[in-house]
């Protein structure tokens, strides 16, 4: 049962957004792709916190090697099936690409900017025990950017985009809607937590403080078009987190 209500923590709330969109004559909702991106996420946070060590709330999140891969391969067979199966899928909508929007570069630089600031507040979300080795800064540099950025940033958009559009060729006109949904759940998937014996907790700060970073991290890949920069941000994030 905590399972079922953890799941509908982490996606009604974006689900509410969507038909809000619909009530004010902003979007046609196909229920099918918004269940459909509700239950992946249901997938890839259950798996998320089913592989976590046993004791992973004394362990810093760089031992939580095995959950971070789980929740990845969650958004890489998503991907392997619907890239290119659509115009919101192509591989340049998904921001599977290098290349930056012209004219994004500065604004992209700003949000690496105050991701670092934010990062510096006391109460961010992370456990810092003391020391830090070379492979504890390898993985907060690699794993945790490209696991949710890919899922919030690429996957969860493209299919909550679908959700809001009449026809799966307009679709990519809804891409910003997907990006603030895809936020919402960031939000909702860190603040309703799974605590060993099942059960949830609620951390308002952590709403607040994930809701940000995942608003400028959201900003960021639909200004320039392209995963990169909310990547490096995100990773920056964690870093900076672990370590100050």
Not at 91 to 113: H, K, N, V, Y
Not at 155 to 170: H, R
Not at 205 to 217: D, K, N, P, T
Request: charge should be positive; proline fraction near 5%.
């Amino acid at each position: 049962m905590n399972f079922a209500l953890a799941v509908a923590a982490w996606t009604v709330p974006a689900l509410l957004l969507a038909v809000a969109l619909s009530a004010a004559g902003k979007a046609t909702l196909r229920w099918r792709w918004l269940l459909v991106g509700a239950g992946l996420y249901a997938v890839y946070g259950l798996l998320s916190y089913l592989t976590l060590p046993a004791a992973y709330l004394d362990m810093p999140a760089e031992q939580r090697w095995l959950s971070r891969l789980s929740a990845l391969a969650v958004s890489l067979v998503a991907i392997g099936k619907w890239v290119n199966s659509g115009p919101v899928f192509e591989r340049e909508a998904l921001g599977l690409t290098l290349r930056q929007a012209p004219g994004s570069l500065p604004a992209s630089i700003l949000g690496l900017g105050v991701l670092v600031a934010i990062s510096a507040l006391p109460g961010g979300i992370g456990w810092n025990p003391a020391g830090i080795d070379a492979g504890a800064v390898a993985y907060h540099l690699t794993v945790p950017g490209l696991e949710e950025e890919l899922m919030y940033r690429a996957v969860l958009p493209a299919i909550f985009a679908l959700g809001l559009s009449a026809q799966m060729e307009n679709a990519r006109k809804y891409l910003g809607w997907g990006l603030a949904m895809g936020v919402i759940a960031m939000a909702c998937g860190h603040a309703f937590a799974l605590r060993p014996g099942g059960l949830i907790s609620f951390d308002a700060f952590s709403l607040f403080y994930v809701g940000l970073i995942g608003a400028i991290l959201a900003d960021m890949r639909y200004r320039s078009g392209s995963l990169l920069f909310p990547i490096i941000g995100h990773n920056l994030v964690g870093l900076l987190v672990r370590i100050l």
